[in-house]
């Protein structure tokens, strides 16, 4: 089973931002659509940013809280996908995990942390 590797997590005051990356081996990621999430503590885990092969985004329909803060991208050689996290909020707190859905494959998850 692939497996996802997220990185770029830490703690970080508000109002700051945060690069989070996403790959898989052998740079599987170029052909295969991904998609971030995020669990807060406590609450299940909530769908926010789709990534498409050419780079193009959308926005979850529940992800209404990041719009304007967070981006998503992907690399010049797509392997890499990117969740650019801006303003960022204490709310924001959440292990966030991509996840590439026609793979089934996961991540293990970086904790980011919003505090002052």
């Known amino acids: 089973q692939v497996q996802l590797v997220e990185s770029g997590g830490g703690l970080v005051q508000p109002g700051g931002s945060l690069n989070l990356s996403c790959t898989a081996p052998?740079?599987?990621?170029?052909?295969?659509?991904t998609v971030w999430y995020r669990q807060p503590p406590g609450k299940e885990r909530e769908r926010l940013i789709y990534v498409n092969t050419s780079g193009q985004t959308l926005f979850s329909t529940s992800a209404d809280a990041v719009k304007g803060r967070f981006t998503g991208a992907r690399g010049d050689a797509g392997t890499t996908v990117w969740l650019q996290m801006n303003d960022l909020k204490p709310e924001d707190t959440a292990i966030y995990f991509c996840?590439?859905?026609?793979?089934?494959?996961w991540g293990q998850g970086v904790q980011v942390t919003v505090s002052p």
């Open positions: 996840h590439a859905p026609i793979l089934e494959a």
């Open positions: 052998g740079g599987l990621l170029k052909t295969y659509v």
